[in-house]
């Protein structure tokens, strides 16, 4: 791709006109993770944590997220999903959020899963930091993407 498709002739930032493209199935799938000490993800595992059920509060902030994601990135079109979904993996002093949006589109779901794992791992923050206030958000990336002009898309391991 050698123009940038948020810039119109004169340098200014634009919606992308996507009117002209077919609908295709599209999926993105985006994954991050929380670091935390034992304490925290103890508490977190075993239902311990005074604000109440964390992964539950945090998979329907992801879910409420991706549906919001137009109204927070600006040049983002808004989509009406089919599904998202958000799940979660217990690591070694961590918490693994994986989210999954699809549609049937012309515009990729790339942004609203990004933002679905994002905005989880805040949550699970947000629960714990009574708990731990040193908790660290990383690896927040896109895995994998499916349809559209560019195809099937996977990260490297």
Known sequence: MSELTHLDAQGHARMVDV???AETARVAIAAGRIRMSAA??????????PKGDVLA??????????????????LCHPLPLHSVSIDFAIE????????????????GVEMEALTAV?????????????IDKGM??????????RGGKSGHWKAAE
């Open 19 to 21: 009117g002209a493209k």
């Open 40 to 49: 925290a993800l103890n508490a977190i595992r075993d239902g311990d944590v």
């Open 57 to 74: 509060a945090a998979r329907i902030a992801g879910i409420m997220a991706a549906k919001k994601t137009a109204d927070l990135i600006p």
């Open 92 to 107: 070694d002093g961590a918490i693994r959020a994986t989210a999954m949006a699809s549609l049937t589109g012309k515009t």
């Open 118 to 130: 994002s905005l989880a791992l805040l949550t699970i923050y947000d629960m714990a930091k009574a």
């Open 136 to 145: 660290v958000i990383e690896e927040v990336r896109l895995i994998e993407k």
